[in-house]
Protein backbone atom coordinates (compact mmCIF):
# COMPACT_ATOMS: atom_id res chain seq x y z
CA UNK A 1 0.00 0.00 0.00
CA UNK A 2 0.85 3.25 -0.99
CA UNK A 3 0.07 6.73 0.94
CA UNK A 4 -1.42 8.99 -2.12
CA UNK A 5 -2.33 12.77 -0.81
CA UNK A 6 -4.94 14.45 -2.63
CA UNK A 7 -4.38 18.37 -3.69
CA UNK A 8 -7.87 20.43 -4.14
CA UNK A 9 -7.63 23.39 -6.55
CA UNK A 10 -10.40 25.95 -7.13
CA UNK A 11 -11.36 29.82 -7.78
CA UNK A 12 -10.75 30.00 -3.99
CA UNK A 13 -7.34 28.74 -3.78
CA UNK A 14 -5.30 25.51 -2.81
CA UNK A 15 -6.27 23.20 -0.38
CA UNK A 16 -2.91 20.85 0.28
CA UNK A 17 -3.94 17.28 1.73
CA UNK A 18 -1.02 16.89 4.39
CA UNK A 19 -2.30 13.82 5.99
CA UNK A 20 -2.98 11.74 2.67
CA UNK A 21 -4.44 8.10 2.63
CA UNK A 22 -3.47 4.99 2.33
CA UNK A 23 -4.42 2.98 -0.80
CA UNK A 24 -3.85 -0.97 -2.81
CA UNK A 25 -2.92 1.65 -6.01
CA UNK A 26 -2.57 4.35 -8.31
CA UNK A 27 -5.64 3.12 -9.74
CA UNK A 28 -7.71 3.58 -6.95
CA UNK A 29 -6.59 6.71 -6.53
CA UNK A 30 -7.60 8.20 -9.34
CA UNK A 31 -10.77 6.63 -9.16
CA UNK A 32 -11.35 8.39 -5.49
CA UNK A 33 -9.89 11.87 -7.41
CA UNK A 34 -12.38 11.35 -10.22
CA UNK A 35 -15.23 10.97 -7.61
CA UNK A 36 -13.78 14.09 -5.79
CA UNK A 37 -13.93 16.33 -8.19
CA UNK A 38 -17.71 14.69 -9.64
CA UNK A 39 -19.14 16.21 -6.39
CA UNK A 40 -16.86 19.50 -6.74
CA UNK A 41 -18.87 19.86 -10.32
CA UNK A 42 -22.32 19.23 -8.73
CA UNK A 43 -21.29 21.49 -6.17
CA UNK A 44 -21.23 24.54 -9.06
CA UNK A 45 -23.77 23.40 -10.70
CA UNK A 46 -26.19 23.79 -7.47
CA UNK A 47 -24.91 27.15 -6.94
CA UNK A 48 -25.60 28.05 -10.70
CA UNK A 49 -21.65 28.61 -10.93
CA UNK A 50 -18.92 28.44 -13.39
CA UNK A 51 -15.34 27.06 -12.70
CA UNK A 52 -12.65 25.17 -12.83
CA UNK A 53 -11.74 22.71 -10.30
CA UNK A 54 -8.58 20.29 -10.36
CA UNK A 55 -7.65 17.42 -8.31
CA UNK A 56 -3.63 16.98 -8.11
CA UNK A 57 -2.88 13.36 -6.53
CA UNK A 58 1.17 12.80 -5.48
CA UNK A 59 2.49 10.29 -3.30
CA UNK A 60 5.84 9.78 -1.57
CA UNK A 61 8.09 10.76 -4.63
CA UNK A 62 5.76 13.36 -6.24
CA UNK A 63 2.86 13.83 -8.66
CA UNK A 64 1.32 11.06 -9.80
CA UNK A 65 -2.10 12.41 -11.77
CA UNK A 66 -4.20 15.10 -12.25
CA UNK A 67 -7.97 15.21 -12.62
CA UNK A 68 -9.31 18.35 -13.89
CA UNK A 69 -12.90 19.59 -14.63
CA UNK A 70 -14.30 22.76 -16.07
CA UNK A 71 -17.54 23.66 -15.92
CA UNK A 72 -18.03 26.64 -18.41
CA UNK A 73 -21.73 28.38 -19.64
CA UNK A 74 -22.04 30.49 -23.34
CA UNK A 75 -24.87 31.78 -24.44
CA UNK A 76 -25.51 30.99 -27.87
CA UNK A 77 -28.21 33.68 -28.23
CA UNK A 78 -27.46 37.29 -28.41
Known amino acids: ?8 HDAS ?3 RDE ?3 ELPSATIARNDALKTVGQA ?4 TYRHADGRVVIEVRDGD ?3 LRVLAVVETTSLKE
Open 62 to 64: GPV
Open 1 to 8: MARFYFDF
Open 19 to 21: AGE
Open 41 to 44: VKDL
Open 13 to 15: GIL
